[in-house]
């Protein structure tokens, strides 16, 4: 179970704001400290602006946990998830949502205003904080899963410093 002493990242764009910012409220009613990254006007922002902003966040270390909003959660998972150490799942149901963190240890779950309404996201949302990763037979897949990030990581790097041209 997520412990709320520890702070829970928030962001959205624009077209997820209302949804975002009914999460955020909603988490903060439940005795949760949420740091929410934006976007907090309709002015028209890019889901991947957002996102990389907010999984970045969570690769360092700064939060446990985080959600993302845009119009179907799918496109904010796909930024988020191009995050070395990020692991995130587009979550509309009640077994993902349980799974994502049960098996697949994920610290970042989306949604969409258009896949989900408020009251399932409340759900959703529930059932994500209240689970932990079990270990077990999923460790040594999200061991691999870690194995992708750091193999490419590696490669970043070794582009960003080589001669080569």
């Keep these: ?20 910012n009914a999460v955020r409220d909603y988490l903060r009613s439940k005795g949760y400290t949420v740091d929410d990254m934006g976007v907090h006007t309709d002015t028209p922002v ?25 119009g179907t959660g799918a496109g904010m998972a796909i930024v ?7 692991r995130a799942v587009c979550v509309l ?3 993902t949502a349980e799974r994502a ?15 989900v309404t408020f009251d399932v996201a409340k759900k959703l949302i529930d059932i994500w904080l209240e689970s932990e990763f079990q ?8 061991a691999k899963i870690d194995q992708v990030d750091e193999k490419y990581r590696q490669r970043r790097v070794g582009d960003a410093v080589s001669p080569c041209g």
Excluded: W
């Design 1 to 20: 179970m997520a412990e709320k002493s520890k702070p829970i990242v928030v962001g959205s764009d624009h077209f997820g704001l209302p949804l975002k």
């Design 93 to 95: 149901d009640p077994y």
């Design 46 to 70: 890019d889901y991947p602006d957002i996102a990389a902003v907010v999984a970045e966040t969570v690769a360092e270390g700064k939060y446990d946990r985080g959600i993302l909003v845009c």
């Design 135 to 142: 270990g077990g037979r999923s460790a040594p897949k999200v």
């Design 80 to 86: 988020a998830n191009k995050v070395p150490g990020v």
């Design 101 to 115: 963190r049960a098996s697949n240890n994920a610290q970042i779950i989306t949604m969409g205003l258009q896949t």
